[in-house]
């Protein structure tokens, strides 16, 4: 079955330094590959996402390349800020219409410190 | 952008009493729907799937008696914690998916911002 697998936290950094999330992904097909960010006490909103091999999502000062030939989807940020601090979400969706729903990380936390 | 909305944000009952979530796409019709559960520092699990106008399709090992799910029109799910105990005090999300009519498309979905309920 689809999975995704997340590295985990929690991760802290200093402000202004670099932030790699890595995450990777098994599944059939050619999935949507999706990043979720969830503040504190607040639902999950989507960062940044793509939809085929080689697309590069980005949102916020955050990106991330499809990689299906490691099957990789790494979420990286050149310089992180405090207000990044929140839980980051790897996830999955397959594109065939079907009653799966995503597929989701474990998530990582990612703290940012001044 | 798509919006979700969840209905109500805290809720906090005896044990014993049922509880309804309502999840409601405000801005475009979801055929389909989602109920997560969060665990505190955990992921999301998917509960089960709400498609409009047919029942909903409940992971493994959630008990459809216990968390009814109705969805009654193309913005509207809602979910019923019948006779909650302590043990179902969670943050349950839904998400609403987006189907863009294109071939291929991605199918995002949109999730509203959770309901945390406790039972006491």
């Known amino acids: 079955g689809d999975s995704v697998t997340q590295m985990e936290g929690p991760v802290t950094l200093s402000e202004e330094a670099f932030l790699t999330i890595n995450c990777t992904y098994t599944a059939t097909g050619y999935p949507s590959l999706f990043w979720y960010v969830q503040y504190p006490g607040e639902g999950l909103q989507l960062l940044l996402k793509a939809t085929k091999a080689d697309d590069k999502g980005s949102n916020k000062g955050f990106e991330a390349t499809y990689r299906k030939e490691t099957t990789s989807f790494h979420l990286e940020k050149g310089s992180v800020q405090v207000s990044d601090s929140a839980v980051y979400f790897c996830a999955l969706s397959r594109r065939t219409p079907g009653r799966r729903a995503l597929t989701f990380g474990s998530g990582t936390r990612l703290q940012v410190q001044p | 952008g798509a919006v979700v909305s969840q209905h109500p944000s805290r809720v906090i009952c005896k044990s014993g009493t049922s509880v309804k979530i309502e999840c409601r796409s405000l801005?475009?019709?979801?055929?389909?729907m989602f109920w997560y559960r969060q665990f505190p520092k955990q992921s999301l699990m998917l509960m089960a799937t709400?498609?409009?106008?047919?029942?909903?399709?409940?992971e493994q090992g959630v008990e459809k008696d216990k968390f009814l799910i109705n969805h009654a029109s193309l913005t509207l799910s809602t979910l019923t914690v019948t006779s909650a105990h302590p043990e179902d005090s969670s943050f349950y999300i839904c998400s609403a998916r987006f189907e863009n009519g294109v071939a291929g498309g991605s199918y995002e979905q949109y999730f509203g911002p959770g309901t945390r309920l406790t039972v006491t």
């Open positions: 801005d475009f019709q979801a055929t389909t």
């Open positions: 709400s498609n409009e106008g047919s029942k909903a399709t409940y």
